[in-house]
């Protein structure tokens, strides 16, 4: 048997995960992969370290549930070879007091299911998957590794919402997201470009859910989500920032109610919303109807514009990275923002951003942008072999 760590990313009908070997000097995934539709139509693929397609057939009995698709799941491993000695989960949120990667135990996971109500679209499901999986490997460690804690040490300024200083004490503030994937730009980016890190950074984290960071020797200092994962720039579904005062009308007028705002905010707005047509970035940038460009334009235009206020934010910049779904695929879409953005200084080079090279930027260019794999399960591989000692 192969001892291994295995990396789990859980949503509410999906599991993606992936393998890294424990006693490898340099940590790398030997496969990573996702089941998919739980609890609907389920449907798993799984790809080695090459690319390749790898069988992994679905159970006879279904997956009706997170603990049948780790049944699945560790049996396909165990069969392989492959021994789960270690967990590593994507946690969205730690609220205040979790603000690096620990140990999972009975206080800690309560701890944490407290803070649902900080994160109710996310929470439950990374939470269910460590106790599906504490179901299926009762003896094997798990770690917990937060979306927030990247951004826990950001200036007091930064993390004020303007609202009463009780409300603060509350846990109502600024916390930010996407921080795993931020990490793993900071820990990868010199050895991508062979440079030391840019003093002053910002990533752009363009996906279904997307947010920029400005980063600072390393440390975040400002990000566009803010206490949720709604704030900031549009996304797949969800509104990015909008007036307070629009939902208080919409309320007083429309007489909307709770559940009609949420599900307005998180899944009719977006992408989606102002195209009429898709969230998808890609059935957008095929599509010839007029809506479609106005949403890709929306989308550029609000990244490019906290693209600036996050460069104020630094009092300055020395490097943009483009990571996630869209800002690693999109040639077009990153070609418009460097545009938009040209008065910082970016030179597009048109044949690098088309073929997808890391580096999209002329050597001429005084600003330069590169464009890297999101790599959250790295980073929280790392993190569970070092808080595991494995």
Same mark, same amino acid.
């Given at each position: 048997?192969? +001892?291994?760590?295995?990396? *789990? =990313?859980?949503?509410?009908?999906?599991?993606?995960?992936?393998?890294?070997?424990?006693?490898?000097?340099?940590?790398?995934?030997?496969?990573?992969?996702?089941?998919?539709?739980?609890?609907?139509?389920?449907?798993?693929?799984?790809?080695?370290?090459?690319?390749?397609?790898?069988?992994?057939?679905?159970?006879?009995?279904?997956?009706?549930?997170?603990?049948?698709?780790?049944?699945?799941?560790?049996?396909?491993?165990?069969?392989?070879?492959?021994?789960?000695?270690?967990?590593?989960?994507?946690?969205?949120?730690?609220?205040?007091? !979790?603000?690096?990667?620990?140990?999972?135990?009975?206080?800690?996971?309560?701890?944490?299911?407290?803070? @649902?109500?900080?994160?109710?679209?996310?929470?439950?499901?990374?939470?269910?998957?460590?106790?599906?999986?504490?179901? %299926?490997?009762? =003896?094997?460690?798990?770690?917990?590794?937060?979306?927030?804690? !990247?951004?826990?040490?950001?200036?007091?300024?930064?993390?004020?919402?303007?609202?009463?200083?009780?409300?603060?004490?509350?846990?109502?503030?600024?916390?930010?997201?996407?921080?795993?994937?931020?990490?793993?730009?900071?820990?990868?980016?010199?050895?991508?470009?062979?440079?030391?890190?840019?003093?002053?950074?910002v990533v752009a984290h363009l996906? =279904?859910?997307?947010?920029?960071?400005?980063?600072? =020797?390393?440390?975040?200092?400002?990000?566009?989500?803010?206490?949720?994962?709604?704030?900031? @720039?549009?996304?797949?579904?969800?509104?990015?920032?909008?007036?307070?005062?629009? /939902?208080?009308?919409?309320?007083?007028?429309?007489?909307?109610?709770?559940?009609?705002?949420?599900?307005?905010?998180?899944?009719?707005?977006?992408? /989606?919303?102002?195209?009429?047509?898709?969230?998808?970035? %890609?059935?957008?940038?095929?599509?010839? +109807?007029?809506?479609?460009?106005?949403a890709i334009d929306y989308f550029?235009y609000r990244v490019s514009r906290?693209?600036?206020?996050?460069?104020?934010?630094?009092?300055?910049?020395?490097?943009?990275? !483009?990571?996630?779904?869209?800002?690693?695929?999109?040639?077009?879409?990153? $070609?418009? *923002? /460097?545009?938009?953005?040209?008065?910082?200084? !970016?030179?597009? $080079?048109?044949?690098?951003?088309?073929?997808?090279?890391?580096? *999209?930027?002329?050597?001429?260019?005084?600003?330069?942008?590169?464009?890297?794999?999101?790599?959250?399960?790295?980073?929280?591989?790392?993190?569970?072999?070092? @808080?595991?000692?494995?």
């Amino acid at each position: 048997m192969s +001892d291994c760590i295995l990396v *789990i =990313n859980a949503g509410s009908s999906s599991v993606k995960f992936a393998l890294y070997g424990v006693y490898s000097e340099k940590l790398s995934a030997t496969l990573k992969g996702q089941i998919s539709g739980i609890g609907h139509k389920p449907a798993i693929t799984v790809i080695d370290n090459k690319g390749h397609s790898l069988d992994f057939p679905l159970p006879a009995g279904g997956v009706g549930g997170h603990e049948d698709a780790f049944e699945a799941l560790i049996d396909w491993l165990e069969a392989r070879g492959d021994r789960v000695i270690g967990a590593g989960h994507r946690i969205v949120h730690g609220g205040a007091d !979790f603000t690096a990667p620990v140990r999972l135990d009975g206080a800690v996971l309560d701890a944490l299911s407290g803070l @649902i109500n900080l994160a109710p679209h996310h929470q439950p499901h990374n939470l269910a998957a460590v106790r599906a999986l504490s179901t %299926r490997l009762a =003896n094997v460690a798990q770690v917990a590794c937060f979306d927030t804690a !990247f951004h826990a040490d950001q200036p007091a300024e930064a993390r004020e919402l303007g609202l009463p200083r009780s409300y603060n004490e509350r846990g109502i503030r600024r916390y930010g997201f996407h921080g795993l994937s931020y990490e793993a730009v900071v820990d990868g980016l010199p050895d991508l470009t062979g440079k030391p890190l840019p003093a002053r950074l910002v990533v752009a984290h363009l996906g =279904n859910g997307a947010s920029l960071c400005a980063v600072a =020797n390393g440390k975040s200092i400002a990000t566009t989500m803010g206490f949720s994962t709604l704030d900031g @720039i549009a996304m797949a579904t969800r509104s990015g920032a909008v007036d307070p005062g629009v /939902l208080l009308h919409l309320m007083r007028e429309d007489g909307a109610g709770l559940n009609e705002l949420e599900d307005l905010l998180y899944n009719q707005s977006g992408l /989606l919303g102002v195209s009429g047509i898709s969230q998808d970035m %890609r059935a957008l940038l095929d599509s010839q +109807d007029p809506a479609a460009k106005f949403a890709i334009d929306y989308f550029c235009y609000r990244v490019s514009r906290e693209l600036g206020s996050l460069v104020a934010a630094l009092g300055g910049l020395d490097g943009l990275v !483009f990571t996630g779904g869209i800002g690693e695929n999109a040639s077009p879409v990153r $070609d418009q *923002i /460097l545009r938009r953005s040209a008065w910082l200084g !970016f030179e597009l $080079d048109n044949d690098a951003n088309h073929t997808g090279d890391w580096c *999209i930027t002329t050597p001429e260019s005084v600003m330069p942008a590169w464009v890297m794999l999101a790599n959250e399960e790295l980073v929280i591989a790392r993190h569970t072999r070092q @808080i595991l000692g494995l």
